[in-house]
């Protein structure tokens, strides 16, 4: 762990800041990741995991160019930190099944575009599949789709990050910026922290950091609600239906999502998003009535307009890496090469024009 000036200071400790991180160490910066919580405990823990778009057809080729790149490095990526940390983010490649839905041309056209990776089905062979689910016609299949264990993808990316020797992470710190977009202060427990440059990938409190630098985003927290079934081994495979979704675990455990609410930072669950996703649970998968839920929780996904982040620089010193909408943890690994080729000035990954920081946004 090192203790020297940072070349960079990234505040914001999720998924998308530790990946940054080590994109950056393993570049030979030294970093220092600050986190006013505790490391990847809010949307990273929080989400369902699926390495994928739910409907990747209804998103602009941008949000395609860095899912694509993801989905390729995930298993290279799952594979170090498994190594590293010896905890095992449990990365899945068992496909999703996608029914009760209008748009069959659309993700076909999409798919082939994509090299067949939307296929269709017959509702036997799906039923064959999935025997438990209930499928009201002609599902869609995507056989490459994997899933990961959110919470233990944030525990192995936070202990290799930990251990690397360019990288110091800093948890449960009161961090705060001043000064001004092209000088930024880091202040950390009322002190400033000296870096050459900076990156906020503070998920859906990016606002309220850049707030004293007088810069305006779209990004804004969007509640999310889930539940989790105990172990049944009721699916095998990501099955989604009307905008929800039931996702196995290693273990047969299911986590059910989720809902979509602009209520601010409203953290704490409630019981009418419960019985709304505890009715679509057992309307898709009849048999989970027979299964206890063990735990109902929320995050807050950094919602920003068409699910488009910032992914860039806003002044010679300060970066953005945040507002991924519902698609944090598949555009992580893109998003994070990209600001590092941004802050590194090598060729960049893909086009990064549409993510560019927009200070009059």
């Known amino acids: 762990m090192s203790t020297q000036i940072p070349d960079v200071c990234i505040v914001g400790a999720g998924v998308m800041g530790l990946l940054s991180a080590l994109e950056l160490a393993d570049a030979g910066l030294h970093v220092h990741l600050l986190d006013r919580g505790q490391a990847a405990q809010e949307s990273s823990w929080a989400g ?10 209804r998103y602009p080729a941008s949000i395609t160019a860095l899912a694509t790149f993801s989905q390729l490095v995930y298993p290279e990526i799952i594979a170090r930190i498994r190594d ?7 990365f ?5 099944l996608v029914t009760a839905m209008t748009e069959r041309s659309d993700a076909l056209a999409w798919g ?14 799906a039923s064959q599949l999935e025997p438990h689910a209930t499928l009201h016609e002609e599902p869609l299949w995507m056989p490459q789709i994997a899933s990961v264990r959110t919470p233990r993808l944030g525990q192995a990316l936070y202990k290799t990050a930990a251990l690397h020797p360019r990288i110091t992470v800093r948890e449960h710190q009161s961090v705060s910026l ?3 977009v092209e000088q930024p202060v880091v202040m950390v427990n009322g002190e400033s922290q000296h870096a050459d440059r900076v990156v906020v990938a503070a998920g859906a409190w990016t606002q309220s950091l850049l707030d004293p630098l007088g810069v305006s985003t779209p990004i804004r927290p969007m509640k999310g609600q889930m539940l989790l079934f ?5 699916v095998g495979r990501v099955v989604l239906a009307d905008g929800r979704y039931a996702i196995p675990r290693a273990d047969g455990r299911i986590v059910f999502g989720s809902t979509l609410e ?12 419960h019985r709304s996703l505890y009715a679509s649970a057992l309307h898709l998968i009849p048999s989970l009535a027979d299964v206890p839920v063990e735990l109902q929780w929320s995050g807050f996904r950094p919602a920003a307009p068409g699910g488009i982040p910032w992914i860039g620089a806003l002044s010679q010193r ?20 990209l600001l590092a080729d941004s802050i590194l000035s090598r060729p960049p990954v893909v086009d990064p024009t549409p993510y560019q920081p927009r200070i009059d946004a």
Request: proline letters at 9%; charged letters at 15%.
């Open 178 to 180: 001043s000064g001004s």
């Open 230 to 234: 105990a172990p049944s081994f009721r």
């Open 112 to 125: 082939a575009l994509q090299g067949g990776a939307v296929q269709t089905l017959s509702v036997a062979e």
């Open 318 to 337: 300060l970066w953005v890496n945040a507002g991924h909408y519902r698609n944090g943890v598949v555009l992580a690994p893109a998003s994070a090469r």
């Open 48 to 57: 369902g995991g699926i390495i994928s778009p739910l409907y990747p057809w």
């Open 84 to 90: 590293v940390s010896g905890i095992d983010p449990q």
């Open 92 to 96: 899945m490649r068992h496909g999703m």
């Open 262 to 273: 602009d209520v601010g930072f409203q953290r704490c669950p409630d019981e009418p998003a």
